[in-house]
């Protein structure tokens, strides 16, 4: 078996004469792949099942890998400040809670959390964030999946709502529809999320560090994305003027800390049809664990002692 592991970009291409079934025409693919011995192998295939891609199911760990060097990320962060209105609220992210968010995440999917806070009492118009809570979730590249219900417990009942934070593999030059839409649909269905003081946090990947910038809805925005069904990247209506940059300031003068789910994992990404937006949850104060910790992953220890290969990647417990 040939373990590829640069494929080169496709030599020659042609097309001859007609093929039977399933094939209008012939077309030969000139393909130049490495194997682990360095040796150059030069393959031509001709049928289309024969140029599918191979797909693995260890692909997670090439991620996972990659995942392991989000720490080194928290040392260039920076926070958007272009075109933002000198009105309305400053909200003050503690540091602490925002490297630990983003060494437990993933570069491709995206991870979320609720914000909760308050003003210090001689500022009103300051919000410090003194708490993210990670919710059973779920999330693609572009989006989410999160419970309907929001987070409950009494170590939140002297905070208000702040909004969301999340992580998005790419730096965005506007605030995506699917995030407007989230955001309108939870303000709706909660009276306890006020327009005006939740926002939407966007932590953004960008080469070798990261970018934050923060939102909230306009009105126009909170009724558009109210009322929007459509899911794609792209949808009718979306305008610019559907929502506005807030400050945000990042600060180590005070700290604040993470709740998770008390029963389960907070990240069902390797077990989805466990997860649903009607399900329940307790909290617990606790550290969340890197997104491809072995809690959030059991499924793969079924799998290894189920091969009957004994080279099988088991956990040595003793190492």
Same mark, same amino acid.
């Given at each position: 078996?040939?373990?590829?592991? !640069? *494929?080169?970009?496709?030599?020659?291409? %042609?097309?001859?004469?007609?093929?039977?079934?399933? %094939?209008?025409?012939?077309?030969?693919?000139?393909?130049?792949?490495?194997?682990?011995?360095?040796?150059?192998?030069?393959?031509?295939?001709?049928?289309?099942?024969?140029?599918?891609?191979?797909?693995? +199911? *260890?692909?997670? =760990?090439?991620?996972?890998?990659?995942?392991?060097?989000?720490?080194?990320?928290?040392?260039?962060?920076?926070?958007?400040?272009?075109?933002? +209105?000198?009105?309305?609220?400053?909200?003050?992210?503690?540091?602490?809670?925002?490297?630990?968010?983003?060494?437990?995440?993933?570069?491709?999917?995206?991870?979320?959390?609720?914000?909760?806070?308050?003003?210090?009492?001689?500022?009103? &118009?300051?919000?410090?964030?003194?708490?993210?809570?990670?919710?059973? &979730?779920?999330?693609? @590249?572009?989006?989410?999946?999160?419970?309907?219900?929001?987070?409950? @417990?009494?170590?939140?009942?002297?905070?208000?709502?702040? #909004?969301?934070?999340?992580? &998005?593999?790419?730096?965005?030059?506007?605030?995506?529809?699917?995030?407007?839409?989230?955001?309108? +649909?939870?303000?709706?269905?909660?009276? !306890?999320?006020?327009?005006?003081?939740?926002?939407?946090?966007?932590?953004?990947?960008?080469?070798?560090?990261? !970018?934050?910038?923060?939102?909230?809805?306009?009105?126009?925005?909170?009724?558009? #994305?109210?009322?929007?069904?459509?899911?794609?990247?792209?949808?009718? #209506?979306?305008?610019?003027?559907?929502?506005? +940059?807030? %400050?945000?300031?990042?600060?180590?003068?005070?700290?604040?800390?993470?709740?998770?789910?008390?029963?389960?994992?907070?990240?069902?990404?390797?077990?989805?049809? =466990?997860?649903?937006?009607?399900?329940?949850?307790?909290?617990?104060?606790?550290?969340?664990?890197?997104?491809?910790?072995?809690? @959030?992953?059991?499924?793969?220890?079924?799998?290894? !002692?189920?091969?009957?290969?004994?080279?099988?990647?088991?956990?040595?417990?003793?190492?």
């Amino acid at each position: 078996v040939v373990s590829t592991q !640069s *494929t080169e970009a496709v030599v020659s291409t %042609q097309s001859t004469g007609k093929q039977t079934k399933g %094939q209008s025409q012939l077309t030969a693919t000139t393909t130049k792949t490495t194997n682990i011995h360095g040796d150059e192998i030069i393959v031509t295939t001709t049928s289309n099942y024969e140029r599918q891609t191979f797909s693995s +199911k *260890t692909e997670w =760990r090439v991620r996972a890998i990659s995942a392991t060097n989000l720490h080194l990320r928290t040392n260039h962060i920076y926070v958007s400040s272009d075109d933002i +209105k000198e009105t309305g609220y400053t909200y003050i992210l503690p540091k602490n809670i925002l490297k630990r968010f983003i060494t437990i995440s993933d570069l491709r999917t995206q991870i979320a959390g609720y914000l909760y806070g308050v003003s210090p009492p001689d500022n009103p &118009q300051v919000k410090e964030i003194r708490c993210v809570v990670l919710v059973p &979730q779920w999330g693609t @590249h572009q989006t989410v999946h999160l419970p309907s219900a929001l987070p409950g @417990h009494e170590y939140l009942k002297e905070m208000e709502p702040l #909004g969301w934070i999340h992580t &998005q593999p790419n730096e965005l030059p506007q605030l995506a529809p699917q995030d407007v839409t989230m955001h309108a +649909k939870v303000m709706s269905e909660n009276m !306890s999320w006020n327009g005006e003081k939740t926002i939407i946090i966007t932590c953004s990947f960008t080469p070798g560090s990261c !970018s934050l910038t923060a939102y909230k809805l306009t009105p126009s925005g909170y009724e558009w #994305g109210r009322q929007n069904k459509d899911t794609s990247s792209n949808p009718q #209506g979306y305008l610019p003027s559907h929502y506005e +940059k807030v %400050q945000m300031l990042l600060s180590d003068r005070f700290l604040g800390f993470f709740m998770v789910p008390a029963e389960s994992s907070w990240n069902y990404n390797f077990m989805g049809v =466990r997860h649903s937006s009607s399900m329940k949850y307790d909290l617990e104060l606790a550290t969340p664990k890197e997104y491809y910790h072995e809690l @959030h992953r059991p499924a793969h220890f079924l799998n290894f !002692s189920s091969m009957e290969n004994p080279d099988a990647d088991f956990e040595d417990r003793f190492a």
